[in-house]
């Protein structure tokens, strides 16, 4: 069922949001000062500014969000703080997922809206679900390529590596055309350096895959549920319907 919220409550609660995600960008900004961990600034400046993504999407595309999506929006800003500032991408395996699976569900949702102003016509669901996929995937393979190119260029090791137990190659074949199986890999050292202790360090590869299969699969799934649910709840609404929670 959907309840109407007052405009009033609405926006005091989608400032008091932003109040907390900024003293709390603040405080850490402040913690990695007194850590002197200077390599993680940037991101808390980044975050001073993605706080206001949701005002910066709703003057951009003459809408009005949700207060779900809001505060979607802002978890998507908090994690990312959390995963650089306190090192919860490299101690929490799974952390680095969750804005990727959010990112798929969030920019999908943004596509759909995208395809609302394009058009003009509330009646094409199935064509806007198409599209709103199509635009997060797109959203998804362009971030990849902009670590690809952070790791190349910058020296960055923002596709992070992975452990497996196995490699098959043409390369490690003596014939060509035939692939050599290396299996059961303990462990790897080049140039007498041990690499990994429990197998073979793949390169960015599988996080890369699981990356793009993660957000393509948040992607799917919201263009699933936009399509059976008629595009009733996208998480933005235009500037002359009233704010609603889905």
């Not at 009033?8 to 000062?33: D, N, P, Q, W």
């Not at 800003?77 to 500032?85: A, D, E, F, P």
């Not at 016509?121 to 952070?150: M, N, Q, Y």
Request: net charge negative; proline share 2%; hydrophobic share 45%.
């Amino acid at each position: 069922m959907t309840q109407t919220v007052p405009a009033e409550r609405g926006k005091m609660l989608r400032l008091l949001c932003a109040i907390a995600a900024e003293v709390f960008t603040l405080v850490t900004l402040l913690l990695l000062i007194a850590r002197r961990d200077w390599a993680q600034l940037d991101v808390c400046l980044e975050c001073f500014v993605l706080v206001l993504l949701p005002w910066i999407v709703e003057k951009l595309f003459t809408c009005k969000m949700s207060l779900p999506m809001y505060f979607f929006t802002e978890s998507y800003v908090i994690s990312y703080l959390l995963g650089h500032c306190y090192k919860l991408y490299y101690t929490t395996k799974w952390w680095d997922k969750i804005p990727h699976i959010f990112g798929g569900i969030g920019f999908a949702l943004l596509g759909y809206l995208v395809f609302r102003k394009l058009t003009g016509d509330s009646r094409k669901i199935a064509a806007g679900a198409v599209f709103a996929f199509c635009f997060s995937v797109t959203i998804a393979l362009l971030w990849e390529f902009v670590e690809f190119g952070g790791d190349l260029f910058l020296g960055m090791d923002a596709q992070t590596d992975s452990v497996v137990h196995e490699i098959r190659s043409y390369s490690l074949s003596d014939e060509p055309g035939e692939i050599t199986e290396i299996r059961d890999i303990g462990s790897v050292s080049v140039d007498g350096k041990l690499l990994s202790d429990e197998g073979y360090l793949d390169v960015g590869l599988y996080d890369t895959m699981l990356d793009l299969l993660l957000e393509s699969l948040g992607a799917f799934l919201t263009a699933v549920f936009l399509w059976r649910d008629r595009g009733r709840h996208t998480g933005f609404y235009l500037r002359e319907k009233t704010l609603e929670t889905a």
